[in-house]
């Protein structure tokens, strides 16, 4: 059993993995990358919109941005690494045990 769910990890998330390293790095046409960017986009924007405070304020020159400048390096970028690090990671970590365990799956088939 651990064999078929094996075998069908690893035939769903290598191709998946491989089209959407291509898509990114535009080798599939600019659609494909648009249509991927706007995927990894999507929980970007809504979590400002549920959040309004950690989007970063308006650039303008430095002389007169340094107020901004300082609020964007000091308390922005510190709350987006800690909203954002635990679902990047947690959404890693989740790829990672499937491919993992489709390894080890199509591994026993070899027994």
Known sequence: MSCFFGIIGVAILWPASGYYLLGILGWLGL??????LSLMIKP??????KI????????KPISKNFPNIVENTFIKLPLRLIIYLPVSLLIL??????AFFSIIGTGSCFQ
């Open 93 to 98: 970590g989740i790829g990672g045990a499937l």
């Open 44 to 49: 970007n924007a809504w979590l400002e919109q």
């Open 31 to 36: 659609r494909t990358q648009e249509k991927l």
């Open 52 to 59: 309004p405070y950690i989007k970063y304020k308006n650039i």
